[in-house]
DNA sequence: ATATTAATTGAACGGTGTTCAGTAAATGAT
DNA sequence: ATCATTTACTGAACACCGTTCAATTAATAT
């Protein structure tokens, strides 16, 4: 069980080229070419060996899920960082996109298998949870650095963690939408960039009417 | 082929026992469950029949989309209409969430197959395509009225048709991160209130500062 | 009653994920 | 270096899948 031995290293070292060869399946002939026998193929092994890796089919696919949060993550912080705080979230919502938009496979599986998946755990609450989520965190410390610098306003129901959540709400329905119901029309960044300041707007001090109450309804 | 012979009276009505079998498979044992066979089962046919009425498997899920994508129409319109516009259309966007939550399968099917399939023609033009959505639509109209009275400012770049987009995007990203990352977590209809008025203050008349240019990153 | 058309099916093909008994290889102990 | 034991690997099989097609049955038109 020693993980340094040579062979854990060789065991991780397949199960690396089994993810590898996973994604690059899915990249190159779309996730319905992704099977068993087809991993197996590119990695020169039989069907069965597989399973001394991975316990089946699903394991292998939120593994390469995890693979791709983790390049998602740092794809949100991947741009020039000598620009004010407004314009870091803003941009950080454009890399959020851009991301979907260049690995639309990787995004569509990483959020469909979510469904599937066990991402969550009834017994932790919310903010718990996408607290080790290192993507959100990402967005969070952007939205903090506002907070903390007062251009946007918190109240006690809705913090600074609620503003980082819509943010990411915000930004993932542009990108789900673009990849699915828009998926042939060209990309307008700057219309997107509107969209970003026109939600951030909405969250900044202004000299606006009282708010509706929001439980107006249940 | 006249359509109101018995004969095609006949054919329509199998055509929707399969569309109704395949909702209920999916509904009560999940997508994953969803077969030819499983569905010849149901309605007493053997599989090869199946392939009388639909081409294929693909064909069929598309009616099953194009069902939910109706369904979810008539959602949009499903609540007390005597509130004023602002409210109106923040209620569009929660009953939006609530068909997500209630159609769970549904919805995420709706929202994945639309990837795979050609909803989107190259030829046309994104507005065009999507005044053809009777979902989009509903949720187009709700812009209309504050845009015609005045309580959301509009641009020559950004009118009523991208802050209906926008609206779409939001509640959109409300509802898939909920169904997905947020799976098992309780949802807060009030949050969720507080989230999209703040999305439409955005859009709101205010002494806000001069928007930072769009184009400053390519 | 007969000819024609449409509807239905059983059997098959090639694919899938997964299991398991059996073989080969690597490791640990002597 | 030899042997015993654990680990790695595989071929064959199972039960499923979507789909096709020749053959058969039912419905319609003449």
Redesign the interface.
Known sequence: MDIDKPRSRRTGRIRQAIIKSAVEIIHHEGFAALSIRRIADAIDYSPASIYEYFSNKEAIIAAVCEEGFTRLTTALTDYPPQIDS??AVR?CG?QYIRFAQAN?DYF?LM??M??TQ?????EE??EH??RR?PAFMVIHAHIQVLVDEGSVFVTP??GSF?IA??A???????A??T???????PID???I???L????????Y???EP??N?????
């Not at 066990?118 to 009834?122: A, F, G, K, W």
């Not at 990411?168 to 542009?174: E, T």
């Not at 929001?214 to 249940?218: G, I, K, M, T």
């Open positions: 407004r314009m941009e454009v639309p569509l959020f469909s979510a469904a066990v991402y969550s755990n009834p609450s919310l949870e996408l989520s129901q809705y609620q959540l819509s990411w709400q915000m930004v993932h329905g542009i789900m939408l990849l699915t119901m828009q998926r042939n029309a960044y700057s219309v960039r509107m969209t300041d026109a939600w951030q707007r909405g969250f900044s202004t000299e606006h708010q509706k929001a439980s107006d309804f249940q």
